[in-house]
């Protein structure tokens, strides 16, 4: 068993070390975003290490309406590994070796793709690494597709001089030709792009700069005020807000270098069965005195939604001020 597994990961060094030419030859790899190959043995899968990964990769995205995994996983067998599985853009190889680490390589038997490998030399040591690195299993993959993703969808995007807003609050972000814009003001903007059961939305906005203790604090409040002012539902009178029955995750990230809160929670309008995810970045831009806030929501009702809001988020760390 551990065999197989040591000959898979070993191919990809002797893969990965050929020269240029094989380079040039890699097939283009298949799979969507958010989607993960683990090649692990069953009985592994079965067990305490199939626990924890499940612990990590199943865990749900943050702010969603409705529960949803990290990634959508398909698991297989070293013996299994087939070239159907080898184009995956995603593969996590994990198993028992007396040679234990923790690595990454790009582009081994496809482009573009991205392998991980943990291997341990027993249960416990292999347990103990994937806890050690369970924030890379995430982040790693996430931040892969993130500029995967970007580089297929915005490197063709809307001109910047075309949006007033963008102007006038000087800061710019590569939105994708299939967006419109809804509201260009040059103090607020509103993009959307329709989906075939909804729309994915974009917003952007200045605030007074205040402190920074203070900010998160208000992000809600903030937000609340431009759904009312900017926002309107289908009836007359209603507009989006912060949903109150669920408290919105707020951590402090970094946007275009610069200190920023990462808000992730869900919206509603009031009276109406009009609800979703939102994903908003306030950003602390001290060089022009001020506040940027920029955001992305999606209403589709019915339907998964967590593919929708990494859409958006990976549009949002487009951002350049």
């Known amino acids: 068993m551990k065999t197989l597994l040591t000959l898979a990961v070993v191919s990809i060094f002797f893969i990965s070390c050929n020269s240029k030419k094989t380079e040039l030859t890699l097939k283009e790899s298949n799979s969507r975003i958010n989607h993960l190959t683990i090649v692990i043995e069953n009985n592994l899968w079965k067990g305490e290490i199939g626990d924890s990964l499940r612990n990590i990769i199943a865990a749900p995205v943050l702010g969603l ?27 996590l190889f994990v198993g028992i070796d007396p040679n234990e680490g923790y690595y990454t390589k790009p582009n081994i038997f496809a482009a573009p793709q991205l392998t991980m490998t943990i291997f341990g030399k027993d249960i416990k040591t292999l347990s103990q690494l994937i806890q050690s690195h369970k924030e890379d299993i995430i982040s790693v993959f996430k931040n892969s597709d993130l500029k995967l993703y970007q580089k297929e969808r915005t490197e063709n995007h809307m001109e910047y001089n075309a949006i007033k ?13 299939t967006y419109a814009v809804v509201d260009d003001t040059g103090d607020f903007l509103w993009l959307r792009q329709d989906i075939s059961k909804g729309s994915l939305n974009i917003i952007a906005y200045e605030l007074p700069l205040t402190e920074k203790d203070s900010i998160a604090k208000n992000i809600v409040k903030a937000r609340d005020t431009i759904g009312k002012n900017h926002i309107p539902g289908p009836i007359e009178g209603s507009y989006m807000a912060t949903e109150a029955a669920f408290t919105p995750f707020i951590k402090e990230v970094q946007i275009d270098n610069k200190p920023a809160f990462e808000t992730r929670g869900t919206w509603e309008v009031p009276g109406q069965f009009m609800a979703g995810p939102f994903l908003n970045y306030t950003i602390l831009d001290k060089e022009n005195n001020r506040i940027l806030v920029i955001e992305g929501f999606t209403y589709a009702p019915s339907i998964n939604k967590r593919d929708f809001m990494f859409e958006l988020e990976a549009i949002l760390k487009t951002l350049k001020i």
């Open 65 to 91: 309406p409705q529960e949803e995994t990290q990634f959508t996983v398909n698991q297989v067998t070293p013996k299994a590994f087939s070239s159907l599985f080898q184009r995956n853009r995603n593969i």
């Open 165 to 177: 807003t963008f102007t006038n609050l000087n800061f710019k972000l590569n939105i994708p030709l």
